[in-house]
């Protein structure tokens, strides 16, 4: 093992001793990738030998630190026609050694891409109820996160889309623009 395994799984037992109910999952991929990091991202996702092998490496690095599953988070260009598949297969790998899988997902946004089976997989939903707007969009100034959109997010999952209440974690930022 390396110092970076001791180190994490020294982060993990701690945190857990102070928390015996803490789930810690791994999260994969994020926001912000570079257009090389998305088509490795697709390479993987959207073709099933290579989709295996990522699944295989993952779910052996859950075990491996002892994390309680996988939190998927590709976000717009990373959600590919193979992101269904992904995640159904995903779910199957992490189900054979009792793990959870949770998505993050924009406020106001269902990918195409993610079918009700996929979406169904999720044991629950992050929902990223911030980045409304920012630096990137520089003609619609104002709050990125506010109190509003937050119930927008939360209405949107729960009632538009259908997802239960229980299913749902509303996420907040940490954060603020200035633009």
């Known amino acids: 093992e390396s110092s970076n395994q001791y180190i994490l799984r020294d982060i993990i037992n ?18 912000g990738l570079s257009e090389e990091q998305l088509a490795i991202w697709k390479s993987f996702i ?9 699944i295989r490496e993952l779910v052996s690095y859950v075990e491996e630190n002892e994390f309680d599953g996988v939190d ?12 269904s598949d992904f995640v159904l297969d995903l779910k199957q790998a992490l189900n054979t050694i009792n793990k959870g899988m949770t998505a993050a997902l924009p406020g106001t946004t269902k990918y195409s891409q993610i079918s009700s089976s996929a979406l169904n997989a999720f044991d629950f939903i992050n929902i990223m109820a911030y980045d409304f707007t920012g630096p990137w969009n520089p003609a619609a100034p104002g709050q990125h996160s506010s109190l509003d959109q937050a119930k927008l997010s939360v209405n949107y999952w729960k009632n538009t889309i259908g997802v239960p209440g229980e299913k749902l974690n509303l996420g907040v930022p ?4 200035s633009f």
Do not use: C
């Open 46 to 54: 959207d073709h099933s030998d290579n989709r295996a092998i990522l």
């Open 72 to 83: 998927v988070d590709l976000e717009w260009g990373a959600v590919t026609a193979g992101y």
């Open 174 to 177: 940490f954060y603020g623009y």
């Open 14 to 31: 701690n945190a857990r001793a102070l928390n015996n109910t803490l789930q810690i999952y791994i999260s994969i991929a994020g926001g």
